[in-house]
């Protein structure tokens, strides 16, 4: 076996498409006369699991947890002046649904920020309301693994940093 592990089992990592997962182990198949060996990865919250490659799982994006400070990174984001571009929904929903399939928290952070609405801002729409809610549980998840709580303190934890800064604004 030629494949170098980099998780083992235990490890929580980052699957772009998915979010948050758990190593449950690595497992070796016979393919076609060759031995693949296959992370297998849980995502707790989708009741999923998932096979990947050892072999692709640089190039599928599979990563471990982001670094304390991509998080900090990430929550600065969520304090930023929103900037919502003036083009079709359609083409703003497709770049936010790609900023959370990176799998990339800052990116993630930025959709939070941009679709979040204060108590005093009107409505979202069914669709911004999916999306919101996709990317606050993607960055929740993992906030949580990084800092060892659990999910809904870290969703507590984002809605908070997201409405002091709306009040300071307001002040």
């Given at each position: 076996?030629?494949?170098?592990?980099e998780?083992?089992?235990?490890?929580?990592?980052?699957?772009?498409?998915?979010?948050?997962?758990?190593?449950?182990?690595?497992?070796?198949?016979?393919?076609?006369?060759?031995?693949?060996?296959?992370?297998?990865?849980?995502?707790?919250?989708?009741?999923?699991?998932?096979?990947?490659?050892?072999?692709?799982?640089k190039?599928?994006?599979?990563?471990?947890?982001?670094s304390?400070?991509?998080?900090?990174?990430?929550?600065s984001?969520?304090?930023?002046?929103?900037?919502?571009r003036?083009?079709?929904?359609?083409?703003?929903?497709?770049?936010?649904?790609?900023k959370?399939?990176?799998?990339?928290?800052?990116?993630?952070?930025?959709v939070?920020?941009?679709?979040?609405?204060?108590?005093?801002?009107?409505?979202?729409?069914?669709?911004?309301?999916?999306?919101?809610q996709?990317?606050?549980?993607?960055?929740?998840?993992?906030?949580?693994?990084?800092?060892?709580?659990?999910?809904?303190?870290?969703?507590?934890?984002?809605?908070?940093?997201?409405?002091?800064e709306?009040?300071?604004?307001?002040a």
């Open positions: 076996m030629s494949e170098k592990l998780f083992k089992k235990g490890d929580f990592v980052v699957y772009p498409a998915h979010g948050v997962g758990r190593v449950e182990g690595v497992d070796s198949y016979a393919v076609a006369g060759q031995s693949v060996s296959l992370y297998s990865i849980m995502f707790e919250q989708d009741r999923m699991r998932l096979k990947v490659p050892v072999s692709k799982a190039t599928s994006g599979l990563r471990r947890l982001s304390r400070d991509r998080i900090k990174e990430a929550l984001t969520l304090q930023g002046k929103s900037k919502v003036r083009v079709m929904w359609s083409r703003r929903a497709q770049e936010y649904e790609s959370i399939n990176s799998g990339d928290p800052v990116s993630i952070a930025e939070v920020r941009d679709l979040h609405r204060g108590v005093d801002q009107p409505e979202h729409s069914y669709s911004e309301r999916q999306i919101y996709a990317a606050l549980e993607r960055l929740a998840r993992e906030l949580a693994a990084v800092e060892k709580i659990d999910q809904t303190k870290a969703t507590q934890k984002l809605e908070g940093v997201l409405t002091k709306r009040d300071k604004k307001a």
